[in-house]
Structure formats: C-alpha cells, structure tokens
C-alpha cells in the first residue's frame, strides 16, 4: 500500500480565533489564520498554536499599524 503523501492539515476553533494546522515534517504544526492575512507560526501543542497565533495577530495589527502612519507622514 502506497504511502499517505498528503500533509495532514486540520481547522480548529477556540470560539474566537479560527486556526488551520498543517503537520510540520520536523514535528509540530505549522499554523495559520484564514481571517488573518500574513499569519504564519509554528507550535509544538494546540495550546501553544492559539498563543502563538494570538501574539503573531497582535505583532501584525502593530506592523500594520506603523506601515500606515508611515505612509501617511511625508
């Protein structure tokens, strides 16, 4: 029987924050937010996936926010 190469990629929610998983070939899980554009991190457990989508959505919201009071300044 031929091999599974297809990554396993799963969708959770915590209520608030919707997160996609795909399985890393180092371990873990790489992790990303449909409703957060730019969003990627990686976690060893669900739990650590949430807190580090949760502080990487909180470091793009920054970002974000210093490129357009950037732009806007002369």
Do not use: H, N
């Not at 031929?2 to 209520?15: C, E, L, N, V």
């Not at 890393?24 to 976690?43: D, S």
């Not at 807190?51 to 959505?57: F, I, K, Q, S, T």
Request: charged share 30%; net charge negative.
């Amino acid at each position: 029987r031929a091999m599974d190469t297809q990554p396993k990629r799963y969708t959770i929610t915590d209520g608030e924050l919707v997160l996609v998983l795909e399985a890393a070939e180092e371990g873990g899980y790489v992790v990303t937010a449909p409703a957060v554009p730019g969003l990627i991190t990686e976690a060893e457990t669900l739990e650590e996936a949430f807190e580090m989508a949760r502080d990487a959505a909180e470091g793009l919201a920054a970002a974000r926010a210093d490129l357009e009071q950037t732009e806007g300044t002369p």
